[in-house]
């Protein structure tokens, strides 16, 4: 008798989009023993309205059947409000603005479903993520997609050396019209499915509604920065440095028309505090400190070098230098002042396009006044 050799097994996170489904897809082309499974990552309100997960799942299902791999679902709840959900909330009533995605990734969907799949007997997962994996001088580096409208890599940038070994992302090579172009090619009902946006366990529902569930309403001062009382705000918890909408003030200052925006955050007087206009030098920062440091080959990255930077999400990114570097704390500079910056988001660094990692936003030093401002 012949001994054919085992087909590599990939157990695939399926969230019922497009990306995942194609995903899955692709590694069964590419011969691999693929076996998809739903996570279920909240359950608290899954009956409501705002909620998409039972269509989600029910899209997971349909997608496996076409494939013909098996499916399966597994309920990480209890994991996802101990891990990222709790930390959601503490950081919020502290008057941060997390990024619960970013935690979500690195606790659930590339820990939890890791030692889930390895249970399983799985070589490798794979999720419908736009990102890349290299392994080069025996170091595995997280790439840029190539397709840099939906490159996803700032959401990645804490998975670590033995998660990274362990990871395909299959779509990561390809733009977001060839994967709906395939997923139409071959027949799966969810081609033109649209994408998920926003923090998947409040979905379509207004935030504040959502949060108020969970965090009391604190009342307080809306002030400029130079102390003046102009209006009253709901709970600093409600709002993040930047925001326009929602802020309940109008009128004008000494003739403005210029918009206000949420500049900062006094905690303990529980003040918000606004300035007018889009470019008020209180909105710009040419310094950002950073804890809570995770670099994905282990290894620091070199002070003084010129990197590039994101403080949030769908920033261009931003030439820099880290010029302050221990095993807990960076300071990034900017050449180029960067607006918003945002206590409890993510900084993220790169070299071209290898993402070398990152940290959180630090709000212990955005108090103090920035000298190039």
Not at 55 to 80: E, G, K, R, T, W
Not at 259 to 271: L, Q
């Amino acid at each position: 008798m012949i001994n054919l050799p085992k087909k590599q097994r990939v157990v695939i996170g399926m969230s019922g989009g497009v990306d995942s489904s194609v995903a899955a897809y692709l590694l069964k082309q590419q011969g691999f023993d693929v076996i998809g499974v739903f996570m279920k990552n909240w359950e608290d309100d899954d009956t409501e309205e705002y909620c998409s997960s039972r269509q989600d799942f029910l899209d997971a299902v349909s997608v496996a059947d076409v494939l013909d791999i098996p499916m399966d679902v597994v309920n990480f709840s209890v994991a996802y409000k101990e891990r990222v959900f709790s930390n959601f909330l503490s950081e919020y009533q502290a008057g941060r603005t997390p990024n619960p995605d970013v935690l979500c990734n690195a606790e659930i969907k590339f820990k939890a479903f890791l030692d889930h799949a390895l249970k399983l007997d799985a070589d490798y997962i794979a999720t419908g993520h736009y990102a890349q994996v290299r392994k080069f001088a025996n170091v595995f580096q997280l790439l840029k997609a190539e397709d840099g409208t939906k490159d996803q890599s700032y959401f990645l940038y804490r998975l670590n050396q033995a998660q990274l070994a362990k990871t395909l992302f299959p779509v990561g090579h390809l733009y977001k019209r060839e994967v709906r172009k395939i997923a139409e090619e071959i027949k799966l009902a969810n081609f033109s499915k649209k994408d998920s946006t926003g923090i998947c366990f409040i979905g379509e529902r207004p935030f504040r509604e959502f949060l108020n569930r969970y965090l009391p309403q604190q009342p307080g001062e809306i002030q400029t920065s130079d102390g003046k009382v102009i209006g009253q705000h709901i709970g600093l918890m409600y709002y993040t440095i930047g925001q326009r909408q929602g802020l309940g003030i109008g009128g004008t200052r000494e003739g403005s028309e210029e918009p206000w925006f949420v500049s900062n955050k006094d905690m303990r007087r529980n003040v918000l505090i606004v300035v007018q206009g889009h470019d008020h030098p209180e909105l710009l920062r040419s310094t950002v400190q950073a804890i809570d440091l995770t670099w994905i080959s282990d290894q620091l990255p070199h002070c003084n070098w010129v990197y590039a930077a994101k403080t949030r999400y769908r920033q261009t990114d931003a030439p820099c230098a880290i010029t302050a570097l221990s095993s807990d704390h960076c300071q990034v500079d900017f050449p180029q002042q960067q607006w918003a910056v945002t206590p409890g988001q993510s900084i993220v660094i790169y070299e071209s396009k290898v993402c070398l990692g990152g940290g959180i936003i630090d709000d212990t030093h955005l108090n103090a006044v920035d000298a190039s401002s």
